[in-house]
């Protein structure tokens, strides 16, 4: 880059380089632009961030030098941090930190830096010490240091999030309790420590992480965490996805009673859940076991959720097979979102929503539920989605419009995949604030319009089913911010589709 190109250029803002094979940058390469806030020379081949004329980046917010050639941060001292607030330094091969290598960013507050996979060999300890930072990512970067190495080079930082985590191509690295201790001298909200092993896991490993919100242990090698622990105990969300729990009590709850948010998706092996386990997370909102085989013993759930009073959003989907108790949902009568997607579970009584007073999306798709059972979605006064999909219609035809009055607020339906042939003419007629519904990979051999409420605003889904000719009086009365869908159906280019073929032609609509 030579001197000047930009000179005509007072008002660029955000100049993105990312992949070019930069060898040399002259000095008034950016010289032109008033302020220009944003620079990415990610993947170029810079060398050293002294490589960089930093004299007309005074008002620089964003530098990115990701996966460059960068082997220290000499030079840092030369750019204006003031106004910066995203360093990022991932996939260089800086090796070394020391304290006086991070003075010129000493006074800036809220950045966000990543030295994502760098192989450190050695951080000066405390070299991090008062920097005040909004994110700090040294995930990937355990190569060639240890643990203890780079937490004491951490010591004295005051950050927002903290990664800490390793990634799939990463060797195993096993954290020493003891190296946790210096947890004591960080001040940190948010951590990330996925895909790492716990050397010796006991009740004080977490002790200095008292101040710790939200926790992040995905893939950490985890069968159970230990019963009485001191530290985590103002933790509002934690994640422990993919891990090996073999019950949901091993994950010993009471340890964390300010929990808002616990997702033990993707365990690795079926996840027992028995009851009463999470007792104690008396202000739990959101509990996601997705993936995880869940398998109980007895009947779901009141016994599994006991004291989860304050639960809006429960995710079971991708479950073992189970039977619902009646009125499976009373120990948490809040909920707002369900989903129970790819479960299959056998009911105890018709209508086993119908205390569910908040519930607003219920996610039953391949569930084999079966909508022969016109009261089971009794009591969903306020569902404004309702997801179908899969599941069989016996018989081929959807009628039973009692079915659909239970809800009248339902905003999108979903039935696709459901073998459906056909549907009864008023089926829908009820349902006066839907605006989706997705009738796709169905069985349909007509384009039917009359059963909904209005055609006003509606987007309708009929693709992949077995439409062959459309009557144009179906679609005629479309409001302006109506579509129907109609890809992939066998259409005929004859004289029995000619109105609807001029129709579509004044009609279409395109997406970009
Ligand atoms: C932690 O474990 C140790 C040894 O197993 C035990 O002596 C100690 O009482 C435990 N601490 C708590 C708080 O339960
Ligand atoms: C439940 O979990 C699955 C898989 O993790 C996810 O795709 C789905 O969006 C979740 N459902 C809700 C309602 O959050
Ligand atoms: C269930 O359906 C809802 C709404 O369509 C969707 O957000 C959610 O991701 C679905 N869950 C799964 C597991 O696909
Ligand atoms: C158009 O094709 C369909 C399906 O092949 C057929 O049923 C219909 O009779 C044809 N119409 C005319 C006017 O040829």
Sequence with gaps: MYEDIFKYQPDLEVLILIGNPLVFIASRAFSGPLALKNLSLGESKIKSLSDIPSDNLAYLEVLDLGGSDIRSLDGLSSFHWQNVNSLQLDMNSIDRISQTDLQPIHNVVGMSISFKGNDFVSIEPGAFQSLNLSSLDISGCFRKINFSSILRGLEGITTNKLNLGLYETDSNV?????????????????????????????????????????????????????????????????????????????????????????????????????????????????LDLSHSSVKLKGPCCNDQLFGLSELKLLNLSYSLPMVWSSQPFSASPQLEHLDFSHSLYALNDSSPFSNLQSLRTLNLSWSNTSLTNMHIFNG?????????????????????????????????????????????????????????????????????????????????????????????????????????????????????????????????????
């Design 174 to 286: 096993f954290i020493p309790s003891a190296a946790l201790q210096s947890f004591c001298k960080i001040l940190v909200t948010d951590l990330d420590l996925q895909l790492q092993h716990f050397l010796d896991l006991n009740n004080s490993t977490f002790h200095c992480l008292e101040g710790l919100k939200k926790l992040d242990l995905t893939r950490a090698h985890l069968d159970s965490l230990p019963f009485n622990m001191t530290g985590l105990s103002n933790l509002s969300h934690l994640v422990l996805d993919e891990n090996r729990f073999s019950d949901v009590c091993n994950i010993n709850t009471k340890n964390f009673p300010m929990l808002t948010h616990l997702s033990v998706s993707g365990n690795l092996k079926p996840l027992g859940f028995s009851n009463r386990c999470l007792e104690s997370l008396r202000v739990l909102e959101e």
């Design 380 to 512: 969903l006064k306020t569902l404004q989605l309702l997801n179908l999909k899969g599941n069989p219609i016996q018989g081929g035809v959807l009628s039973h419009a009692e079915l659909f009055k239970y809800v009248p607020l339902l905003e999108t339906l979903i039935l696709s995949s459901c073998k459906i042939t056909a549907f009864e003419e008023n089926l829908f007629k009820g349902l006066t604030q839907l605006r989706q519904v997705d009738l796709s990979e169905n069985k349909l051999v007509r384009l039917s319009t009359s059963g909904f409420y209005s055609l006003y605003s509606i987007q309708l889904n009929f693709a992949s089913n077995a439409i062959v000719t459309v009557d144009v009086g179906s679609i005629m009365n479309f409001g302006k911010g109506s579509t129907v869908d109609l890809s992939y159906n066998p259409l005929v280019c004859n004289c029995s589709n000619f109105q609807f073929i001029n129709w579509v032609k004044k009609n279409t609509v395109n997406e970009n």
